[in-house]
């Protein structure tokens, strides 16, 4: 009997309409994704090893809603991420590195506060045909501001959609660290986007800038690098939906350096104050029964400041291909392969990427 009362109790946590129905229903889900994933570098070699979350970062999460009537409704996530081939946690080892806020949301738009991944690159995700993710095939590496960018202490706001347009704006009072009120001495992130959608089309056009510091690791690197601007972009892109194609172009212009605290992709630099970045992306996905097959080019032209001064003014290229088969709404399984051509400062430098692997989602 004290079993099947413990049994009970603990459904009831778990389960909507349970014991939590009164306050409204709360969702466990999670993602499960692993592959076998390998990369062939002309200075490094070949290497093949599991890679967890190519296609999606494993994570699990709870998320929930509250009727406040009226027509305003009480929302949080708590989302983590870990590394499904050796179980440990992802986002530095934070319970909740994905995400972890709440907010309130009705006729007058959705607002969050907490972390977050900022406005601007989660928009832009919905922008490409690998999603920006798939390793270097994504738009990320060569577009910077497709890398998820997720803040701590952020106020975060969406409008409502008026005739397929809407706006949101975020700012972090304190980029990655405890808080409190010292916010004149902590780092920032500031991003917006403004989405116009129809049924056959949508574009959209983001904004993200980052303010190191004085005294962080970041700010030391802009420093090192010839100058302590602030780093910022700004990115315009669409998709179109033609028959079972689906097209993808975006134009980003990335100015002194990558908005997140970490050397974006290889063959490129983190920090380049005084100098831009020209990055474009064209791709397509194909939809047919079960399978979808994506395809897309990337190009970086870097010039300026510092890359003038260091000669690492070299255009450099990704050409990917991908393949996805659902074996059900849940279970998927996919392979990709991205070739990388030229870095800043080696033009003759090349890499390849592949991955072949399963996501589960649950």
Not at 88 to 116: I, P
Not at 168 to 197: M, P
Not at 314 to 342: C, E, F, P, W
Request: proline share 3%.
């Amino acid at each position: 009997m004290r079993l099947r009362k413990t049994a009970l109790c603990f459904a009831a946590l778990i389960t909507p309409g349970a014991a939590a129905a009164q306050q409204g229903p709360v969702t466990l889900y999670g993602v499960v994704d692993l592959s076998l994933a390998g990369f062939s570098t002309q200075d490094r070699g070949t290497a093949l090893n599991m890679q967890s979350g190519v296609q999606s970062g494993s994570r699990w999460g709870l998320r929930g809603s509250e009727d406040l009537g009226n027509g305003m409704r009480a929302n949080f996530q708590l989302e983590s991420g870990f590394l499904a081939n050796n179980g440990k946690s992802a986002q530095g080892g934070r319970l909740f590195g994905r995400a972890a806020w709440a907010g309130v949301s009705g006729g007058f738009g959705d607002l969050r506060l907490g972390r977050q991944t900022s406005v601007s690159s989660a928009t832009l995700a919905d922008y490409d045909a690998f999603l920006a993710s798939y390793l270097i095939t994504g738009a990320q590496t060569a577009l910077l501001p497709y890398n998820a960018n997720r803040a701590d202490n952020t106020v975060a706001y969406w409008s409502p959609s008026a005739g397929g347009l809407r706006a949101g704006v975020d700012a972090s009072l304190d980029y990655d660290g405890g808080g409190g009120f010292q916010t004149g001495s902590t780092s920032k992130l500031y991003s917006a986007a403004l989405i116009y959608e129809q049924p056959g089309y949508s574009v959209t056009a983001t904004y993200e800038g980052a303010r190191w510091a004085d005294g962080t690791v970041q700010s030391a690197a802009m420093a090192r690098a010839g100058s302590a601007r602030q780093p910022q972009a700004y990115t315009l892109a669409g998709r179109a939906m033609v028959d079972a194609f689906t097209l993808y172009a975006a134009w980003s212009v990335m100015r002194n350096g990558s908005t997140i605290p970490a050397v974006p992709s290889p063959g490129q630099r983190a920090y380049f104050p005084g100098s831009t970045v020209h990055g474009v992306m064209a791709g397509a996905a194909w939809r047919s029964g079960a399978s979808t097959v994506m395809a897309s080019w990337q190009g970086s032209l870097p010039g300026g400041g510092v890359l003038d001064r260091e000669g690492a003014t070299h255009s450099q290229q990704i050409y990917s291909a991908g393949y996805v088969h659902d074996l059900s709404k849940r279970t998927n399984l996919y392979a990709i392969y991205g070739y990388m051509r030229g870095a800043w400062d080696d033009p003759s430098w090349h890499q390849s990427q592949y991955a072949v692997g399963i996501r589960h989602r649950y």
